[in-house]
T-cell receptor, first 113, second 113 residues
Framework: DAGVIQSPRHEVTEMGQEVTLRCKPI?????LFWYRQTMMRGLELLIY????????DSGMPEDRFSAKMPNASFSTLKIQPSEPRDSAVYFC???????????FGNGTRLTVT | GENVEQHPSTLSVQEGDSAVIKCTYS??????FPWYKQELGKGPQLIID?????GEKKDQRIAVTLNKTAKHFSLHITETQPEDSAVYFC????????????FGTGTRLLVSP
């Protein structure tokens, strides 16, 4: 079991640029979550997919953020255009059954200058 | 919505001592309470969880207690070791149609040899 795999581990970009974060959930897991972690706001749920369908995106901060899950083994979180306040660690997590524990990846540390 | 408060924000203990971290939640309909451990540069990892039909659960040196009436739950670590040093997060899940976890703000535990 390779766990949840996120790439890149670190991303440094300039304000205004497009950023794409990637996630491969654990094989067989049908639920996928994107979280953002900052010192000020802690761990915040951005969006949740079940069987590749977005169920709740109420945590997505604004229209600059978008997420897709084209198949069961891949998801992306895109920020366009990026802003310095988007700097954070972004985590992807997956689970197999509704109500089962979440398994987190090791995150992508995003720095927007 | 659900709100989870966690205390203390930092906790320093000597190796071999016990450590207790406390959390309160606001929504009486919450029914699942996991605890995560986050080491530097890694994603949160589940260490123990408890459901609302159970008052206490133990796994070796780690135990969690739940008081539904008071709406609080606690993590107990006995015989602490330096490798227990990390940030610990509690979380609560609402009894809604999907599994949205709300996290506490975290406790940084430092175990000194």
């Amino acid at each position: 079991d390779a766990g949840v795999i996120q790439s890149p581990r670190h991303e440094v970009t300039e304000m205004g640029q497009e950023v794409t974060l990637r996630c491969k959930p654990i094989s067989g897991h049908n639920s996928l979550f994107w979280y953002r972690q900052t010192m000020m706001r802690g761990l915040e749920l951005l969006i949740y997919f079940n069987n590749n369908v977005p169920i709740d995106d109420s945590g997505m901060p604004e229209d600059r953020f978008s997420a897709k899950m084209p198949n069961a083994s891949f998801s992306t979180l895109k920020i366009q255009p990026s802003e310095p306040r988007d700097s954070a660690v972004y985590f992807c997590a997956s689970s197999d059954l509704e109500g089962s524990p979440l398994h987190f990846g090791n995150g992508t540390r995003l720095t927007v200058t | 919505g659900e709100n989870v408060e966690q205390h203390p924000s930092t906790l320093s203990v000597q190796e071999g001592d016990s450590a207790v971290i406390k959390c309160t939640y606001s929504d009486s309909a919450s029914n699942y309470f996991p605890w995560y451990k986050q080491e530097l540069g890694k994603g949160p990892q589940l260490i123990i969880d408890i459901r609302s039909n159970v008052g206490e659960k133990k796994d070796q040196r780690i135990a969690v207690t739940l008081n539904k009436t008071a709406k609080h739950f606690s993590l107990h670590i006995t015989e602490t070791q330096p490798e227990d040093s990390a940030v610990y997060f509690c979380a609560a899940r609402l009894n809604t149609g999907f599994q949205k976890l709300v996290f506490g703000t975290g406790t940084r535990l430092l175990v000194s040899p």
